[in-house]
């Protein structure tokens, strides 16, 4: 018999938002404070988001029109490290730095993460990864191949298939979005550097030989290239 996750439980609920408890075949509408227990379901209605607490390691948002079956850990012995399968639409999670945090599935994709903030999809068969802070790692259920998604990134799965490329997360007007803004005046052993940032594209001029410096902001790496006189 598994034993109850201590400290898991809803803590706040919005709008419309149901559990199904282990062994039981019915929906009944969760509250506030409501513990949970392995192989417990939550879902969400169209305006519903729920809240949960996972034992002394993350914090999870589950989006409206989403579907979330809490476990534990199958490798960890004792099995206290949660495990979560997203069935179906968007959560949110914030994993704490301790040693296997956090491991989130979908039907077909698995990720792990530990002190980052990120977010899993699965909309249409298709799984999702977004990390909005630090990294994650990501591969699909038969863990043929893994990527690591860095802060800024994003990369999906569909059906039977692998991870894509991480790709840099554009806006809705095609910038890509940094939480980094790197712009100003900066002190180096080469000398003043200034650099100018649009979006995650990045221009410097620095004083030794009338350096200039281009790239891009890839979550908080910079990378790119350097030219000074007289050749450049």
Request: with cysteine; net charge positive.
């Amino acid at each position: 018999k598994e034993e109850v996750v201590n400290q898991t439980f809803l803590e706040f609920k919005k709008g419309l938002v149901y559990i199904k408890p282990v062994g039981c075949n019915s929906w009944i509408k969760a509250v506030n404070n409501l513990k949970l227990k392995p192989r417990d379901l939550i879902k969400t209605g169209k305006n519903g988001r729920a809240s949960i607490v996972l034992q002394g390691t993350s914090f999870v948002k589950l989006r409206p029109n989403s579907k979330l079956l809490i476990k534990y850990d199958p490798e960890l012995k004792p099995k206290k490290t949660p495990f979560l399968e997203l069935v179906l639409g968007v959560l949110w999670a914030h994993a704490k730095k301790e040693k296997n945090a956090l491991k989130v599935a979908t039907p077909h994709a698995i990720c792990g993460v530990k002190d980052t903030e990120f977010e899993v999809s699965y909309i249409n068969k298709t799984s999702c990864v977004h990390a909005l802070r630090h990294s994650v790692w990501f591969s699909d259920i038969q863990k043929r191949k893994t990527v690591i998604v860095h802060e800024g990134e994003k990369s999906c799965i569909e059906r039977d298939e692998v991870p894509s490329l991480p790709v840099p997360i554009e806006n809705s007007s095609g910038n890509i979005i940094t939480k980094h803004n790197i712009s100003g005046k900066w002190n180096s052993n080469f000398g003043e550097i200034t650099f100018k940032q649009s979006g995650n594209k990045i221009e410097g001029f620095y004083t030794h030989d009338s350096g200039r410096i281009r790239g891009t902001l890839k979550g908080n790496t910079f990378i790119g290239r350097w030219m000074e006189a007289p050749t450049y």
